[in-house]
C-alpha cells in the first residue's frame, strides 16, 4: 500500500509542479537528520535504492555534493527521475537484490522498497564492511517484526523513521 501511494503522490508531483513543496513539508527534515547520521560528505558514493519517478531524497542527498546513484526497477520511473539527472545525481534502472554495492560508502533503502530481505542479502555479499546503511521503516526496528534486518548481525538506531545500520 505505502509503494502504491508513494507512486501516485510522486506521480503528481512530477505532473504538477505546484505539489512540490509537498514533499519538502515530509521529506525535508526526514533527508537532513539522514544526512547528519552518516556525516554525508563531498567525497561520499551514496547509493539510493527505490527512488521512485520524482526522486526528491536522492536530489537532497546530491545538494550534500556526495554522488548519488539512484535505482529503480521500474523503467518508467527511472525514465521519469532522469530529468532530474547531474554531475552528482545519476539514475539507473536495476534491482538492488542484484546491484553490486562494493564501491559505496552509504546505502539508503527507501521505505516503499517491498522486498528489503533480498537487497539486504546483496548488501552483505557485496558492500564493504564500513557502509552505512539507512533503512526507511517507519518507527519501530523491523527487526522487531522478524524482518530483512533480522539476518543482520547489526547494531541499529533509531534516526526519526529510518534506522541506521552497520555490519
Excluded at 551514496?46 to 542527498?61: D, K, N
Amino acid at each position: 500500500m505505502i509503494e502504491a501511494l508513494t507512486n501516485l503522490f510522486e506521480s503528481v508531483a512530477r505532473r504538477f509542479p505546484s505539489v512540490r513543496p509537498l514533499f519538502s513539508l515530509y521529506y525535508d527534515r526526514m533527508c537532513e537528520r539522514e544526512i547528519l547520521a552518516v556525516r554525508m560528505q563531498p567525497h561520499h558514493r551514496v547509493l539510493f535504492i527505490g527512488a521512485g519517478a520524482y526522486p526528491y531524497s536522492a536530489m537532497m542527498y546530491a545538494k550534500t555534493g556526495a554522488m548519488v546513484t539512484a535505482i529503480d526497477r521500474a523503467r518508467a520511473a527511472v525514465i521519469s527521475a532522469s530529468r532530474y539527472a547531474h554531475e552528482r545525481l545519476r539514475f539507473i534502472e536495476a534491482d538492488g537484490a542484484t546491484f553490486d554495492m562494493a564501491h559505496y560508502d552509504t546505502i539508503i533503502i527507501a521505505k516503499q522498497v517491498v522486498e528489503k530481505q533480498f537487497i539486504i542479502n546483496q548488501i552483505k555479499k557485496t558492500a564493504n564492511r564500513r557502509v552505512r546503511i539507512l533503512v526507511r521503516s517507519g518507527k519501530s526496528c523491523p527487526c522487531a517484526k522478524g524482518c530483512a534486518l533480522q539476518s543482520l548481525s547489526h547494531r541499529g538506531r533509531l534516526v526519526k523513521h529510518s534506522w541506521m545500520i552497520t555490519l
